[in-house]
């Protein structure tokens, strides 16, 4: 079989060029339209290390079409002078969002990510603080075993082999040199003779001196009780750095599925700029109509109430949780509180807001959601 071969053939790179001019014009649209994708449903409730398929504007799907363009007037033909726009359509007039048209709409294609890839996207886009390590409060956690210790005493199974092998060489070469000291032989007799008295240094040199050393001997070390080396076991820990959430929101009736889309929108980002500061990252939900109660995710956006809002109830909770589960002297707190608005006791809610705050958290957030802004961002809802 023939094979045809040219050097000057560079064509082994061009897909992998062409691949990645196609990353880096997604990932340029990426972020340009980063406050579109980070409101996007199926990021807010994926989980961390998985991937999510986003639409991507801007950008099409090219695909090659046999045969001719039926619908193209040919090159250069059609009225128009130098300057006009080529390809672009007229926006439609008199159309009210949501309506439905009778022009084409804007094209884009979808693409997987990973979630983590876009939350780095989107805080090098909004150009968000770092918070202060001093803030840092660290908390040894237990990692495992770890064998760093030598000791001259342990069990079979703990010998360190290469420490015993060093301890017995080290012997070996000071009795030597000692025997060498005492009689004046070489240092190859030395050793001859401490291998025919087994490691009996003064046996060695009465062989020496009666002139009794086989030199034919191959060389060996003998290990004492005084060269075994055993490890030691220890508990292994590593510091890290704690924060908790303590997420609180009304669910009486007057919080829709959209307001609390929106407050499950802000809870996400919040944990996820916290966890680029801190090891370990808690978050407990609060809900409350009259009475505050502690819950799991799931009832917390999803489950609605009925009654009146009594929103000291859930910082009376949120004290609570802090006094009995998470102490200021080992976590770094963080309390959220959404609702839209409605209390029928406030004096009595700043009364408890100002009890969290002589606790000396690290922060206390009162938000309200206001869907009649006119904002094309789930973020300005939210009046902080």
């Not at 990510?113 to 918070?131: A, C, H, R, S, T």
């Not at 859930?314 to 998470?326: C, G, H, M, N, P």
Request: charged content about 30%.
């Amino acid at each position: 079989m023939a094979i045809v071969d040219n050097s000057d053939w560079d064509l082994s790179d061009k897909g992998q060029k062409d691949a990645q001019r196609h990353r880096e014009k997604i990932d340029d649209a990426i972020r340009r339209n980063v406050r579109d994708v980070i409101a996007e449903e199926s990021i807010i409730t994926k989980k961390r290390g998985k991937k999510v398929r986003i639409p991507v504007k801007g950008l099409k799907d090219y695909r090659f079409i046999y045969g001719g363009n039926k619908n193209s007037g040919g090159i250069g033909q059609g009225e128009g002078k130098p300057g006009d726009r080529v390809g672009s359509k007229p926006k439609q007039k008199g159309k009210q969002p949501g309506e439905p048209g009778n022009e084409p709409g804007e094209d884009y294609m979808e693409t997987e990510v990973d979630i983590d890839y876009l939350i780095n996207i989107m805080f090098e886009q909004l150009g968000l603080p770092w918070i202060d390590e001093k803030t840092k409060i660290q908390k040894l956690i237990p990692k495992g075993w770890k064998f760093e210790t030598i000791a001259k005493k342990g069990i079979v199974p703990r010998l360190h082999k290469k420490r015993t092998m060093l301890e017995a060489v080290k012997r070996t070469a000071s009795f030597v040199g000692e025997i060498v000291n005492e009689t004046n032989c070489s240092e190859d007799d030395a050793n001859c003779a401490l291998i025919q008295a087994h490691g009996d240094i003064n046996e060695a040199i009465e062989i020496v001196l009666n002139d009794k050393v086989d030199k034919s001997i191959v060389g060996q070390i003998y290990i004492e009780d005084d060269d075994l080396r055993f490890k030691q076991i220890e508990n292994d820990t590593e510091p890290h750095s704690n924060a908790v959430i303590l997420a609180m929101m009304d669910t009486s009736g007057s919080m829709t599925t959209e307001k609390k889309f929106l407050a499950r929108s802000m809870l996400f980002w919040l944990t996820e700029f916290l966890k680029k500061t801190y090891d370990n990252v808690d978050i407990r939900f609060i809900q409350h109509t009259t009475e505050a109660s502690v819950v799991d995710e799931d009832v917390f956006f999803n489950k609605g109430e009925s009654g009146g809002t009594y929103c000291w109830s859930a910082f009376d909770k949120a004290d609570y949780l802090i006094e009995t589960e998470y102490p200021v002297a080992e976590w770094n707190v963080y309390c959220v509180y959404i609702s839209d608005g409605e209390d029928f006791n406030p004096n009595k809610t700043v009364k408890y807001m100002q009890k969290l705050i002589d606790r000396k958290i690290n922060m206390l957030s009162y938000n309200e959601i206001d869907l009649d802004v006119d904002s094309e961002s789930f973020g300005d809802h939210l009046i902080l």
